[in-house]
């Protein structure tokens, strides 16, 4: 339909039904409403209620055909980008998610032609007919967009986005693994993560709660120690006053008017008495407040203790929440979730990632496929009364496996793992990849327990921080009954993992500083989470001499040591890999990283300005470009300390031998695990007093 324009003259509108409609409209700024039936100072007669309701009726339906082109040309342009961001899309894919989009799209519903009220109030903005080039005005937001077409643009790309994603996302060989299936699982990732985050900071207010009661404990100690003393020392002076004389307790009775000379020790000796009788109402005083603090002191615990249980008890309802929502999660929604967020790695380890994740998601699939829903942890606790369909699984002696069933697909009995089981280890799985940082627990590091911890709090329960808490508050499993999800900890203790059948553990080693699937070591130990711990905790398991560091890392060997890591060649290791110092692009291996950003604070803190730094990892195209600008300083490519990311150099004094900058260097560096090797040191074989090396790698 045409602009409307203003007219030269009076003229009188076509009626509706000829199919042409023309009206007018002031250039004032708040447009006005006309009383129908009241003459027009143009000499023109009013709109008819039908002339009216037919131009509302022709303006809606010209506004949601503006809305559907743009909706198709945003839709257009996401499925544009997300095909040239994974060039294998086919156009029969494309076609499909087109498809889906198109099925996902609200109708445009027919506006009402019956009392309909124009807009009267907001800013009117200025549109030029193109006929005569005359101005009208319509009204419009004051933001100067009609809300209606922002609701529009955010629908469209709620539909558009999952729709590209798919298209990015691994998709299982298992059923429903579309579109939809790609929002549901997205959208679970989100709830869950958002669930988790609030636990966390529920788990934070807790602690600091526990920590008041404690300090109020601690003091309500003191105040009934000090009661107990005041008391003791009232009573002791109470019993004493009982049983002296009433001469002892008034000395003034003996004054005796024959005996003059008696008179001075008399009234000294009442004078001592009186000042007894002083101290003891002092101490009376004293044990009654002592007594109100210790008053005070019980209320503070009380209302401490009140404080924490609020914390643990809503703690404890996030966990539940966030049960009751991997209970709805179907194997389809589970299985696509475990593609999600990895990082590809390198060599042999990406290929046995890649295994593992294939053999996940087709048994999610099977268990898809055969329309079977995991249970409930709770509903599986007693094998007596499991549901419908499902039957005990059995150990090799015949005897039931807790937390675990059976169900049958076709004529062959399948382990049905907890529904909570499932979304710990696919949530686990989706971290293939990322770094390792000590005393982390996501989302984008973790070390060895902090990773187990995140993976079953997204499974809705909740771990201890250390191996060892993690072994003791766990239902211990014989290692020939471990089961997929399980606890699994090394030798020792000092590492943990989560269990996924046929040999394999998903964690976060510091042997290969990343999350990564590896074998089971020989003489681990295993707990079960989904099962009620035991009434006394594990007994800690035996320390083992030599073996390895926290989370498995290996114990520093005599002498230099490859600095070779997580299967990257020098110069490979991508940046996601890696950890920012923060500083324009700057990135280290994250425990070197962490280890810099300290190193860094305490030259500021000495010096008072920043660490000035100049180069850290440097990727193998960076190699060649230093070896191509300085070839007889930079080293040949492939082979540079910093393509392993883990060397700096450095700058503002710090590359100068001798400096107060360098001098705090050499004195300190070390503390934080920096080294110049002897090679950079002045007098070495290629001195570059700039260099320095996370560890003795060269």
Partial sequence: MPAPRTPARASTPRSATSGRTRSTTRTSTSP????????????????????????????????AQARRELEARREAMVLRQAAAARPGVTPEQLAAARAAVAARRPTAKRPATRGARRPTAGRTAVRRAPARGRQTTTPTERTGSRWSTRIGVVATSAVLLPAALALGLPAPDQPGAGTDTTT?????RSSLLEQADHYRRLEQTADQRRARLQQARVAEQAAREQVAAQRSTVGSSAAALYRSEPVDRLPVFALDADRA?????????????????????????????????LEAAEARVAAARDELAVAESRAAEVLSTVRDQVDDLSPAVSGVLAGIGSIPVAGPQQA????????????????AGAGIEPPSAASVADPAALPSGFSPALDADGRPVPGVVWAVIGSEP???LPAETVAAVSNALSQLGKPFVPGSSGPDTYDCAGFTAASWLMGGYALGRDPQGQWAAGAAVPLRDVQVGDLVFSPGGTDVGVYLGDGD??????????????PLDPGSSAVRVTVAAPAQPNAPLPALADRTGACGAPLPAPGPVSPAWGGWSNGRIPVVALCRLGVDGHALRCDAAAAYGQLAAAYTAEFGTPMCITDSYRSFGAQVAAYYRKPTLAAVPGTSNHGWALAVDL????????????????ANASRFGFVQPDWAAPGGEKPEPWHWEYGRIS
């Avoid at 004078?271 to 005083?285: F, H, K, N, P, S």
């Avoid at 553990?505 to 590896?518: E, L, P």
């Fill in 352 to 367: 046995r990632n890649d295994a593992v994740m294939r053999r996940w998601q087709d048994y999610l699939g099977r268990l």
């Fill in 261 to 293: 000379e008696a008179t001075s020790a008399v009234l000294y000796q009442q004078a001592v008495a009186d000042r007894a009788g002083l101290d003891l109402e002092a101490t009376v005083v004293r044990a009654e407040r002592a007594a109100a603090t």
């Fill in 32 to 63: 006005r409403t006309r009383t129908s039936g009241a003459p027009r100072r143009d000499g023109r007669p009013p709109l008819t209620p039908a002339e009216a309701a037919a131009l509302r009726e022709a303006l809606a339906l010209r506004e």
């Fill in 414 to 416: 399948v382990t049905v």
């Fill in 184 to 188: 549901l699982a997205l959208t679970a």
């Fill in 505 to 518: 553990v998903v964690g976060a080693s510091a042997a290969t500083f990343q999350v990564g699937v590896r």
């Fill in 651 to 666: 700058c503002d004094g710090v590359n100068v031998a001798g400096t107060p900058q360098w001098n705090w260097m050499t």
